[in-house]
């Protein structure tokens, strides 16, 4: 089966654009998007690059993607070549064939099929994509949104085409996401023989009824839209600069957690140092405000999107906000409304990330059924 999505897919998939480069998939995408009538305007900074398209005025639908990926681990894992797109039995097999430049060519051959049906459109369609997504955001959306933002520019409609389906494409919807606080702590205590612990403090040892307090703390209960607020503890190390029969003098220990907005960041920092106090340790801790939470109360968009999934689909979405960030945290003071939808998330991030082309195909007519809705 060749079909105009599926060839745009393999040709985004064929390039390894490892995060935060792109090396030609945004020329690609521009390219199109010209020849359809938008006008582009590249906003690369550093290593990243950027574009923001438009076609049209007034009422605005804005769809948001990304180009690059993560890098593929060990290729020995892989059953084809990470970078060279494959199909087999109807599956076509690749980096970011999921995540997410399936879905950029789903949302580019939608756009294409509704302007020839409809040259005079109403509204504006536009799009606004990214080559760092997958790494630090700093140079991506983020910065995109700053400019768009002292335009005084404004997003009704923004579609964000993550992988947010889970057992079949269509079955989940997201209309936020919990937001990401990581912690580097270290503990210190008195370095010394293993044999004389009297004459030392093994910060271990005093940790150990702080880390299990920690990892039981409770901040909420969550709500109809988030699951309660969490924390694990990732790493613990006490360094290389000690023998087995030494004790260490310091315990460093990263831990991360996902908030939902009935919590915020200042409390999160207070309880958790406060905790460091009340057993008596020595510390430091810097913290790392990874990502805000987010909610999008569901609207037009989120209707026309789950009407257009139920006509595609025949499946009627939940919508939940559960999984990582993205870069709906970006667009949210920006848009009306923001709703991610894509493909299977089951293979994202993994060795043979995959999607079934009939999925491809199926995603197109749901976003060319959202256009059709919102741009009457």
């Given at each position: 089966m060749h079909t105009k999505v599926l060839n745009l897919a393999q040709k985004l998939i064929n390039i390894p654009s490892i995060s935060p480069k792109d090396f030609g998939c945004q020329d690609?995408?521009?390219?199109?998007?010209?020849?359809?009538?938008?006008?582009?305007?590249?906003?690369?900074?550093?290593?990243?690059?950027?574009?923001?398209?438009?076609?049209?005025?007034?009422?605005?639908?804005t769809f948001v993607g990304?180009?690059?990926?993560?890098?593929?681990g060990d290729i020995k894992n892989w059953y084809t070549p990470p970078f060279t797109s494959t199909i087999k039995k109807n599956i076509l097999f690749g980096r970011g064939a999921v995540d997410m430049k399936g879905s950029i060519a789903a949302m580019l051959i939608a756009v294409e099929s509704f302007i020839k049906k409809k040259p005079t459109h109403n509204g504006r369609i536009s799009f606004l994509i990214t080559s760092d997504e997958e790494s630090d955001g700093t140079n991506g959306t983020r910065k995109v949104v700053s400019i768009l933002k002292n335009r005084n520019e404004r997003i009704n409609y923004c579609l964000i085409g993550e992988p947010t389906s889970e057992n079949v494409l269509g079955d989940c919807i997201k209309n936020g996401r919990r937001g990401s606080l990581s912690a580097n702590l270290k503990i210190y205590g008195k370095q010394?023989?293993?044999?004389y612990p009297k004459g030392a403090i093994?910060?271990?040892?005093?940790?150990?009824p702080f880390l299990l307090e920690l990892s039981l703390l409770s901040f909420d209960n969550g709500n109809i839209f988030f699951e309660p607020s969490s924390i694990q503890v990732v790493k613990i190390d006490s360094g290389k600069n000690y023998t087995v029969n030494m004790i260490p003098g310091e315990l460093k220990i990263f831990f991360n957690i996902r908030f939902n907005s009935l919590v915020s960041k200042a409390t999160i920092m207070n309880v958790i140092e406060n905790l460091l106090i009340k057993h008596a340790l020595k510390y430091s801790i810097s913290w790392i405000v990874c990502a805000e939470p987010f909610i999008s109360?569901?609207?037009?968009?989120?209707?026309?999107?789950?009407?257009?999934?139920g006509a595609c689909a025949n499946i009627i979405p939940v919508i939940k906000t559960n999984g990582g960030t993205s870069d709906g945290r970006f667009l949210f003071s920006l848009a009306d409304e923001v709703i991610e939808f894509g493909l299977l998330n089951s293979t994202i991030h993994q060795a043979n990330e995959?999607?079934?082309?009939?999925?491809?195909?199926?995603?197109?007519?749901?976003?060319?059924?959202?256009?059709?809705k919102l741009l009457l």
């Open positions: 690609i995408l521009a390219k199109i998007l010209q020849s359809y009538g938008f006008t582009i305007e590249r906003m690369n900074f550093k290593d990243t690059k950027n574009f923001w398209a438009w076609r049209g005025f007034g009422k605005t639908i990304h180009t690059d990926v993560v890098p593929p010394g023989h293993i044999a093994n910060p271990i040892h005093s940790s150990l109360s569901p609207k037009v968009l989120s209707q026309a999107l789950s009407e257009s999934i995959c999607v079934n082309i009939f999925d491809l195909l199926k995603l197109q007519n749901i976003y060319y059924h959202v256009l059709n």
